[in-house]
């Protein structure tokens, strides 16, 4: 089964305009971190924003929040005032805990394609 | 150095030939991780160290996947008689603390192609 799902291959927004990029997990560990990484043409992962679970509050870095809903496993990506340099690739990560019994890495999705349109 | 840097940002193998991959994370980084993104896909993870020691291979798809960290610092990741399927792009990525949700940082990744 899939840990970390993304169900928007593609989007397309216009510019300015706020975008939310879904993002669902699976896990049974109680103790876990979700990532979202950017990653331009160039080919580089750039790290937005970390949620822990056991965060009570939503994650906030500058423009990006994460809308963490624990009971529904997910996570999703809100980018407000969207900009032309947002277009990207972006990720969703998962890395789980001792107890959780994978790997040390970090699980991605398969990603959203994000275009911002002028 | 200011960033993770990967070296070579392209390859190119014949099939059979072995290739070795450099990464070199940022100073004092303790943590190192090995990824494997094929087209159009997200990352996978292929193994962890910390400092020299190799904690968890558990992503190398095979026997033929040898990634080393001998002084804790730079990472070769070595992939010997090279196939099709191996080609992808190769992200390095380090993080300066041992823990499961410390931030790491990437490299721009080395892209290989076999033909």
């Known amino acids: 089964a899939q840990k970390i799902t993304q169900t928007q291959p593609g989007m397309f927004v216009q510019e300015k305009e706020a975008v939310t990029l879904d993002c669902t997990y699976d896990?049974?560990?109680?103790?876990?971190?979700l990532f979202w990484y950017k990653q331009p043409s160039s080919g580089e992962m750039i790290f937005l924003i970390y949620q822990g679970s056991y965060d009570e509050q939503n994650a906030t870095e500058g423009r990006y929040s994460l809308n963490f809903q624990k009971a529904r496993k997910s996570a999703n990506l809100v980018i407000s005032a969207s900009q032309l340099g947002d277009s990207a690739m972006y990720f969703c990560a998962m890395r789980e805990g001792p107890s959780g019994g994978g790997a040390d890495g970090l699980t991605f999705g398969k990603g959203t394609h994000l275009i911002i349109q002028p | 150095g200011a960033g993770v840097s990967q070296s070579p940002r392209y390859k190119v193998a014949k099939r059979g030939q072995d290739v070795a991959l450099r990464c070199d994370p940022i100073?004092?980084?303790?943590?190192l991780f090995w990824y494997q993104q094929a087209l159009g896909q997200g990352p996978e993870f292929l193994t962890y160290?910390?400092?020299?020691?190799?904690?968890?291979k558990s992503g190398l798809p095979s026997d033929r996947f040898f990634a080393e960290r001998p002084e804790g610092s730079v990472s070769t990741l070595k992939i010997q008689r090279t196939q099709q399927e191996d080609s992808a792009v190769y992200l390095c990525a380090s993080s300066y603390q041992v823990g499961e949700f410390t931030e790491a940082f990437f490299g721009q990744g080395t892209r290989l192609t076999v033909v």
């Open positions: 160290f910390q400092n020299e020691a190799q904690l968890d």
């Open positions: 100073s004092g980084h303790v943590s």
């Open positions: 896990t049974s560990d109680q103790s876990y971190g």
